[in-house]
């Protein structure tokens, strides 16, 4: 399973939304798991450890909501992964990879045995690969609700909280049409699917967390990454694959991220030049969001090398 979503050689911040019941089995899962999930628990570990603060946070979160999340989180795991997790009583789950046992109350939110955990949302999102938001609908308003983000793709959750869609995609170029009038496709997210998109760019690591603030003692430069140079090592294309279900009994939907990192090196020729393509599609404005300012012709000549 390989997800390369510029093989059309274009760039485009158009929804794309995939219907799951149409997709293989893969891609009816929201939840996927690989031989890469320790690298991502030890990364949700040291995001806890640093400040687990800076990588989860809520906004209006309705008591409702995250226990209509919880229930239909912990039984979407016995679909996608029924061998890794188990229950353990009516309120209790068991992760067989980590030998670690989570309980909570019968409010399906309070989290009653559980090492360390803010609340019962945050130990479920702790036991998967995938990064978790919650948007809100009530009325003509919508507003992200609860961010638990370890993987963050240079931005900071606190900034993004408790705002509409339009602000939160406010400054992704090329999106402004869809700012616009995007409500109906947030109330389709709520009421249809479940659904699957992708989103992607190019990594000069494969280091999950790229929030933009550095932890304590670690160089800026060194954090932010992003520096695309001849001299360089490798270079990766950083997928997103993210869905979007719904719970129209709370008019709200469930959003996921998971993040996956392909070597360029070992893309086809026909890969790096659908890649190529989609680099050179892009408007300076967008060159600049994705961090490739001023790198297109190092690009050319990189995967024109490998």
């Not at 450890?49 to 239909?72: C, M, Q, S, W």
Request: aromatic share 12%.
């Amino acid at each position: 399973m390989k997800y390369l979503p510029f093989l059309d050689g274009k760039y485009s911040t158009a929804p794309g939304l995939n219907a799951m019941a149409k997709a293989g089995p893969a891609d009816r899962a929201v939840f996927q798991l690989d031989e890469e999930y320790p690298a991502f628990m030890e990364n949700k570990r040291c995001c806890r450890e640093e400040d687990i603060h800076k990588y989860f946070v809520e906004a209006g979160l309705r008591p409702d909501t995250v226990a209509a999340i919880n229930r239909f989180f912990m039984q979407r795991l016995f679909v996608d992964l029924p061998g890794v997790f188990a229950r353990a009583g009516e309120y209790a789950l068991y992760n067989t990879l980590t030998d670690e046992r989570l309980e909570w109350a019968e409010d399906w939110t309070t989290l009653t045995s559980g090492g360390g955990y803010i609340s019962l949302f945050d130990a479920l999102c702790s036991q998967v690969q995938e990064d978790l938001a919650i948007c809100q609908l009530e009325g003509e308003k919508d507003w992200l609700a609860a961010i638990h983000l370890t993987a963050p793709n240079h931005w900071d959750p606190a900034g993004k909280v408790g705002k509409p869609f339009s602000f939160v995609h406010g400054v992704v170029p090329g999106m402004e049409k869809l700012n616009q009038n995007y409500f109906k496709m947030l109330e389709t997210a709520v009421q249809k699917g479940p659904f699957f998109r992708f989103a992607w760019g190019i990594s000069t690591d494969t280091r999950l967390n790229h929030h933009p603030t550095a932890p304590p003692g670690v160089d800026a430069g060194y954090w932010q990454g992003r520096r695309v140079a001849d001299d360089m090592g490798k270079l990766y294309v950083r997928t997103e694959r993210q869905t979007l279900t719904g719970l129209p009994a709370c008019n709200a939907f469930l959003f996921t991220i998971r993040t996956y990192f392909y070597d360029i090196g070992g893309l086809s020729a026909e890969e790096k030049r659908a890649l190529l393509m989609a680099v050179e599609s892009m408007s300076p404005q967008s060159l600049e969001y994705k961090g490739l300012t001023g790198t297109v012709d190092v690009l050319r000549r990189r995967l024109g090398s490998q």
